[in-house]
C-alpha cells in the first residue's frame, strides 16, 4: 500500500511523536483573559497593556516554552483569542488556515483557497478574530469567514469576481478589520474600491466605486473624526478616508513615490501619520476643519518605514526607516517631525510595544528588548531566532498573555517574558 500524508499531517503526527518522548518543553499558563484578537492587537495600535513583564532577558533570551512547525510558507502573524492562536501557511498548492491549542498543539485546519507561488510566495495576511468567527483573506481576493472553535466555513467571497480586485506585484497582503456588523477591506477593484460585507452572510452593505486607484498592500485602522467613524488606509498612490457607516470617499491625499504603501496610517486627534519605505518619507497630515480633505503640517524623507510598522507613544512616532543608502531607527515627535532620537545599529526592524519595552526583530531574525526613556531608548538586551534558511523576518512580534509569540521561516516560537 503507497501511503501518502499531506503536510499538514505530517506536521501533526510529528507534533504528536514530540509530546509522547516528552520533547517539548513544558507549558507555562498564559494569562486567561489576554487576547490579541487581530493584527496590531485589539486597537489595531500594536501596543500592549500587559504589565509585569521582564525588563532585561537572560543571557540567549526568554525561555523557549515550546516551538510549532511546520507554520507554512509565508508571513502571517497570530491572532490569539478563546484560549487559541490563529494563523496561516502556505503548504503545497493551497492556502492554509488553522488554529492551535495555548500549548501548541493543532486543533483544526482550514484550506482558504490557491497558494501564492509568484513574488515572495506565502501567506500574507493574519486571521481576524471576532465574536467567535475569524475572517481571513489569501493573496490573490478570496476572503472567508470561519467558524474560530471548528475552522468550518460560513462563507467566502471572492474579490476579483465580486469586485473586481486588483493588486501588484506582491498581492494582496490586507488584515482585514471588522466594525459592528461589517467586515471592511480594500479590493481596489472597479466595481468596489473599498467594500462592507455583512459579517454573518458575506453579503454586500456597500461598495465604493468614487475611487479609481488599485489596493496596496496596508491594512486599515478605524477612527473618529467629528462624529463619523473612519476607515483610513492607503491605497496604490494615497490615503483615504472612508466612511464606515456609508462607504462615503471623505477625503483622499496623493502619498507614495513608489507602489509599496505597506505600513499602517496612524490617526489620533484629527491628525493622520503616513510612511512607506524606499524614499517615499513620512508625513504627518491635519483633516481640514470641514472634514472634507488633509493639509500638511510635516514631511521627512528618512522617516520611510517599509512594512515593520510605527508606533505612537506619548506624543512620540517610534519606528525604523529604510532610507535607500542606509537605516535608522527613529523617536519622533509626533506634532514637529523632529528628531528625538536615532540608532542606526539595530538594522531593518519591525516592532511592537508592552510594559515600558519595544520589542523588536530585524530582518535577519535578531530579536532586540529596547527600553524606552525619556532620551529616547536603550538598547537592553538581544537574541538570535534559530535561522533555518536564510529568509528574511517579516513578521511582527505579539506579545499577548506574558507570552512573546515570534514567526519565522517554517516555524512558531514562543517565549515565556513574565517576571518570576
Wanted: net charge positive; aromatic share 10%.
Amino acid at each position: 500500500m503507497n501511503l501518502r500524508l499531506t503536510p499538514w499531517a505530517l506536521a501533526t503526527a510529528l507534533t504528536a511523536l514530540l509530546l509522547l518522548n516528552g520533547s517539548l518543553l513544558p507549558a507555562t499558563e498564559p494569562a486567561k483573559s489576554a487576547e490579541w484578537p487581530e493584527f496590531h492587537g485589539p486597537n489595531r495600535d500594536n501596543i500592549s497593556t500587559e504589565k509585569g513583564l521582564l525588563k532585561k532577558w537572560p543571557e540567549g533570551g526568554p525561555r523557549l516554552v515550546w516551538k510549532y512547525s511546520p507554520c507554512g510558507v509565508g508571513y502571517a502573524g497570530v491572532a490569539i483569542a478563546d484560549g487559541m492562536i490563529f494563523t496561516s501557511g502556505d503548504f503545497g498548492e493551497e492556502e492554509i488556515v488553522f488554529a492551535l491549542d495555548m500549548d501548541g498543539k493543532p486543533v483544526w485546519k482550514s484550506p482558504n483557497g490557491a497558494s501564492w507561488q509568484q513574488a515572495t510566495p506565502g501567506s500574507r495576511t493574519t486571521p481576524t478574530y471576532h465574536q467567535g468567527m475569524l475572517y481571513h483573506m489569501n493573496p490573490t481576493g478570496r476572503l472567508a469567514a470561519l467558524d474560530a472553535k471548528t475552522g468550518k466555513p460560513r462563507w467566502t467571497v471572492d474579490l476579483q469576481g465580486e469586485f473586481g480586485a486588483r493588486f501588484g506585484t506582491w498581492a494582496l497582503a490586507e488584515n482585514v478589520v471588522v466594525e459592528g456588523d461589517r467586515v471592511l477591506c480594500l479590493p481596489g477593484g472597479s466595481k468596489g474600491f473599498a467594500v462592507a460585507l455583512d459579517k454573518n452572510t458575506g453579503k454586500t452593505i456597500w461598495a465604493n466605486t468614487e475611487f479609481k486607484e488599485r489596493a496596496a498592500y496596508c491594512s486599515p485602522v478605524l477612527a473618529t473624526h467629528q462624529g463619523t467613524r473612519l476607515l483610513v488606509t492607503l491605497a496604490e498612490r494615497s490615503v483615504v478616508g472612508i466612511d464606515v457607516k456609508t462607504g462615503k470617499l471623505l477625503w483622499s491625499h496623493p502619498f507614495g513615490k513608489v507602489w509599496q504603501n505597506t505600513t499602517s496610517p496612524v490617526v489620533h486627534d484629527g491628525q493622520v501619520f503616513i510612511t512607506c519605505g524606499h524614499s517615499s518619507g513620512g508625513q504627518l497630515l491635519k483633516i481640514n476643519p470641514d472634514g472634507r480633505g488633509l493639509s500638511e503640517v510635516w514631511y521627512r524623507k528618512d522617516f520611510d518605514n517599509c512594512h515593520g510598522g510605527v508606533i505612537l507613544l506619548d506624543g512620540t512616532l517610534y519606528g525604523c526607516g529604510c532610507r535607500l543608502g542606509g537605516k535608522a531607527f527613529f523617536a519622533i515627535d509626533f506634532l514637529t517631525g523632529k528628531t528625538k532620537y536615532t540608532n542606526k545599529t539595530l538594522g531593518k526592524i519591525s516592532i511592537t510595544y508592552a510594559d515600558g519595552m519595544l520589542y523588536c526583530v530585524s530582518n535577519t531574525g535578531q530579536m532586540l528588548l529596547l527600553a524606552i526613556t525619556p532620551e529616547g531608548c536603550n538598547l537592553v538586551s538581544q537574541f538570535n531566532l534559530p535561522r533555518e534558511s536564510k529568509d528574511e523576518s517579516l513578521c511582527h512580534p505579539v506579545v499577548c498573555g506574558g507570552r512573546l509569540y515570534m514567526r519565522h521561516d517554517q516555524n512558531l516560537y514562543v517565549y515565556d517574558v513574565r517576571t518570576k
